[in-house]
T-cell receptor
């Protein structure tokens, strides 16, 4: 059974300082990784999807996947207070329809 | 652009009551999902449907029924609401298994 864990649970950074979020997974056959963001009281917004080792950039968001170490990272370049939200990592195993979510990192960006 | 509409936005029920949540999407997506989100926990999959009239159980299907009446709509029924239950139910849709599911804004359930 796939397990997905995120760290830290909460993170506070200053406006403009890089924010780095970590996600670990347990199934090495996983091939489908998503980062979502959820503002309070809203639905999920997909930020970046990555399917192979290396980096994928979408705007100010960069995902970095290393399947050998079972990690996928999200780096947020020059975050703004409007980026304050819950960030969720989701992983699917090869051939599976089911995305398994981590419990999230609550990011606060201070002006 | 398309949209996923969940109704109602807020739902207050009584213990033991049967409650139905509805989801509509106009992306013409084949696959639809129902997730439950509890405070401090990630999303957990309740049911999904890869095409009209198809139903697949997720890890959290016990206590729920689902219905994919047509391609654009997917309903979820809480068969017997549990006292003090509070959660957000999120509906999502996607073209297929390689597209990131897109989410609605959720139905917030409280049970008295």
């Amino acid at each position: 059974q796939q397990k997905v864990q995120q760290s830290p649970e909460s993170l506070t950074v200053s406006e403009g300082a890089m924010a780095s979020l970590n996600c670990t997974f347990s199934d090495r056959s996983s091939d489908n990784f998503r980062w979502y963001r959820q503002h309070s009281g809203k639905g999920l917004e997909v930020l970046v999807s990555i399917f192979s080792d290396g980096e994928k950039e979408e705007g100010s968001f960069t995902a970095h996947l290393n399947r050998a170490s079972l990690h996928v990272f999200l780096h947020i370049r020059e975050p703004q207070p409007s980026d304050s939200a819950l960030y969720l990592c989701a992983v699917a195993s090869s051939g599976s329809w089911q995305l398994i979510f981590g419990s999230g990192t609550q990011l606060t960006v201070m002006p | 652009g398309g949209i996923i509409t969940q109704t109602p936005k807020f739902l207050i029920g009584q213990e033991g009551q049967k409650l139905t949540l509805k989801c509509q999407q106009n992306f013409n997506h084949d696959t639809m999902y129902w997730y439950r989100q509890d405070s401090g926990k990630g999303l957990r999959l309740i049911y999904y449907s890869i095409t009209e009239n198809d139903l697949q159980k997720g890890d959290l299907s016990e206590g729920y029924d689902a219905s994919r009446e047509k391609k654009s709509s997917f309903s979820l029924t809480v068969t017997s609401a549990q006292k003090n239950e509070m959660a957000v139910f999120l509906c999502a849709s996607s073209r297929g298994d390689n597209q990131a599911p897109l989410f609605g804004e959720g139905t917030r359930l409280s049970v008295l």
